[in-house]
């Protein structure tokens, strides 16, 4: 690709984004393997200017020629579990061609593990993809402009944070990923939207390709899949759950397998824990850096606990909820990033100061006591379930919007 078609928001913050990232350099063994050459930072440039071309030939079919039952359609396909019917239009033929057969690196075994394995820090694990794979990834501006385009303010926090929650817990369900589980059929309907919103916004006169790149696009879906497997790891860790290297690796697998599925380019996917860090933090020194629209989504999704539904003390359980929010997203992304997302600026971390102390302890005595590792996973899904129950009270509806954890 001509290097002139790099959009310019590619890389234009890079001392402040390299301040934001430095921590994950703790945690590389290879610094030196972190920092792109020139090769790979035009690479990912050029990858702000990819969408999905497969979901993104279906999409054009579903809101053009497809008709008004297109989409109905193609969700009638993705339930029956048969992708080789006869008769498919071809762009439906060619996006259920490139999911129906797995890659060859897929290993079932080690998915179920990674899926019982996100259980193990039950709401801790939660509040982690929340304060720093959400909270912390507003600060890229290019990648909320899509969300701000859509109507995410307008939506409201409380229905993205429930609607990507229970997409996350169908995922990470043992057997999620089965053909005819739900965490398989959601992860497709929710890429075929994210389509739509791409051409949807490409057709916008306020989408300016120049500087933000495609709407949706590979760097910015490698972050969203990062946000789910490296900072979701690195976030448990912070605050005191104890993870095996064994239950981290079949994590990172089971993202992996998800990334695939979400139209991630296989280039993007990391095999490993190690490799995965080094590629969020060169991802991280890529994007531009805060603005305005990050003060607005950091001050909406602030106060996000307040519109939970509990089952009793509401308000004192919404603001109790808000202040551990903010304390942890304090830790996350320090001093300058609560600065930064509109946040308050004298907030500090108490309590991961008192909370990973006492988790560290918790997780640790369960591991070495018999069937204790069966008891966190047992407890950790019940707990998630129950803060899913919280997130919509009786109302579970279908997700309509997409997955947006930038």
């Keep these: 690709m001509d290097r002139q078609k790099v959009p310019s928001r590619h890389g234009t913050d890079r001392a402040e984004a390299e301040r934001i990232a430095k921590p994950l350099l703790w945690l590389i ?42 989409f109905s359609q193609f969700k009638k396909i993705l339930d029956s579990g048969n992708f080789d019917q006869k008769d498919m239009a071809p762009p439906l033929r060619a996006f259920f061609d490139a ?37 912390a990834g507003y600060q890229a501006r290019g990648i909320n402009q899509t969300l701000i385009m859509t109507g995410a303010l307008e939506r409201g926090a409380t229905r ?25 059929k959601t992860t497709l309907r929710v890429r075929l939207i994210h389509a739509m919103v791409r051409q949807q916004l ?30 979701f790891l690195f976030g448990q860790k912070l605050m005191g759950t104890l993870i095996s290297r064994q239950d981290s690796e079949d994590i990172m697998h089971l993202w992996r397998y998800i990334g695939w599925l979400m139209g991630v380019d296989e280039s993007l996917l990391c095999e490993s824990e190690q490799e995965g860090r080094i590629a969020l933090y060169q991802n991280v020194i890529s994007q531009a850096t805060a603005d305005e629209n990050s003060r ?18 509401g308000k004192i ?27 308050p600026k004298l907030t500090l971390p108490w309590y991961p100061a008192v909370f990973a102390p006492l988790n560290a302890a918790w997780t640790t005595g369960h591991r070495i006591l018999p069937g204790g590792r069966n008891r966190l996973m047992r407890r950790g899904r019940k707990a998630q379930r129950n803060q899913l129950q919280t997130l919509f009270g009786e109302d579970h509806p279908e997700i309509t919007s997409g997955v947006q954890f930038g």
């Design 296 to 313: 607005k989504l950091g001050r909406a999704l602030m106060d996000e606990p307040l519109g939970r539904r509990y089952p009793n003390f």
């Design 202 to 231: 490409l057709d916008s006169p306020d989408w300016d390709t120049s500087e933000w790149g495609l709407p949706v696009n590979q760097l910015d879906m490698q972050a969203t899949y990062l946000a789910f497997s490296v900072s």
């Design 160 to 184: 993205r944070v429930a609607e990507t929650t229970k997409w996350w817990l169908d995922c990470i369900t043992p057997g999620g990923l089965n053909r005819d589980a739900e965490g398989f």
């Design 317 to 343: 359980r919404g603001r109790w909820e808000r202040q551990v929010h903010l304390s942890m997203t304090r830790l996350f992304v320090g001093g300058k990033g609560m600065e930064a997302l509109g946040l």
């Design 29 to 70: 063994r290879d610094r030196k393997a972190a920092v792109p050459d020139e090769q790979q930072w035009q690479r990912m440039g050029e990858a702000l200017m990819v969408g999905d071309p497969v979901a993104d030939d279906l999409a054009k079919w579903v809101r053009g020629e497809g008709g008004g039952k297109a």
């Design 99 to 135: 999911i129906k057969q797995p890659p060859a690196w897929v290993d079932w075994e080690r998915l179920e593990r990674g899926a019982r394995a996100s259980a193990i820090s039950g709401q801790t694990g939660m509040r982690v993809l929340r304060d720093l794979g959400l909270m």
